[in-house]
């Protein structure tokens, strides 16, 4: 069964913090993975692939531990504009279609 | 500009109608996708196309049906079997074929019962 699990929080955090957020696949055969933002009421938008060796874009990292099926994405230095729901996405290997996680929702407050 | 384009913003359904969301595409992207969005809850995909004059039922495809009949365009119709119709729905495209492909999403289309 395809399934991705998240917190669905909220996770309220000051500026200038660092929040990680983990998310758990039940599918040993799933392949790709991503991390998609979403404002509220607005569509999602890619926030960047998970990569086997993990990467980093800017403020933003992302882990993908295979053994323990979970992914993990790191912001540092959390800014108002970091505020909305990241959404955990996995491709299972013969898949055509994507499976979304429920979304943890991030507040950054002043 | 190239994007997906989804109408109308907000609809609204009366009893035993079907409504239709309209969905169209410049991008040259041979993938389409419908999803429903209820509160909370993650994005489920209702129907998706890889190719013109084929698609193929997603995880909640009761009360829904699709067409299509050109690669740019992907609509969904809501149908009076679809008893729990209001949810926020999400057109998506993408380059199909390569596994690490971005899902490129419309605005959305927020759909009521009235």
């Known amino acids: 069964r395809k399934e991705v699990e998240q917190d669905p929080g909220p996770f309220n955090v000051p500026e200038g913090a660092t929040v990680a957020f983990n998310c758990t696949y039940s599918?040993?055969?799933?392949?790709?993975f991503f991390w998609y933002r979403q404002d509220c009421r607005k569509e999602p938008k890619l926030l960047m692939s998970?990569?086997?060796s993990g990467n980093e874009d800017g403020r933003f990292t992302a882990q993908l531990n295979r053994a323990s099926q979970y992914i993990s994405l790191l912001i540092r230095d959390s800014k108002l504009s970091d505020s909305a729901t990241y959404l955990c996405?996995?491709?299972?290997?013969?898949?055509?279609?994507?499976?979304f996680g429920k979304g943890t929702m991030l507040l950054v407050s002043p | 500009d190239g994007g997906i384009t989804q109408s109308p913003k907000y609809l609204f359904r009366k009893e035993g109608q079907n409504v239709t969301l309209s969905c169209e595409q410049n991008?040259?992207?041979?993938?389409m996708y419908w999803y429903r969005q209820d509160p909370g809850q993650g994005l489920r995909l209702i129907y998706y196309?890889?190719?013109?004059?084929?698609?193929q039922k997603g995880d909640i495809a009761e009360g829904y049906s699709v067409s299509r009949e050109k690669k740019e365009s992907f609509p969904l119709t809501v149908t009076s079997a679809q008893k729990n119709p209001t949810a926020f729905y999400l057109c998506?495209?993408?380059?199909?074929?390569?596994?690490?492909?971005?899902?490129?999403f419309g605005s959305g289309t927020q759909l009521s019962v009235l």
């Open positions: 998506a495209s993408s380059i199909a074929g390569t596994t690490n492909e971005k899902l490129f």
């Open positions: 599918n040993s055969a799933s392949q790709s």
């Open positions: 998970v990569y086997s």
């Open positions: 996405v996995c491709r299972v290997t013969g898949y055509s279609t994507l499976t």
């Open positions: 991008l040259n992207h041979d993938a």
């Open positions: 196309s890889q190719i013109v004059n084929d698609f």
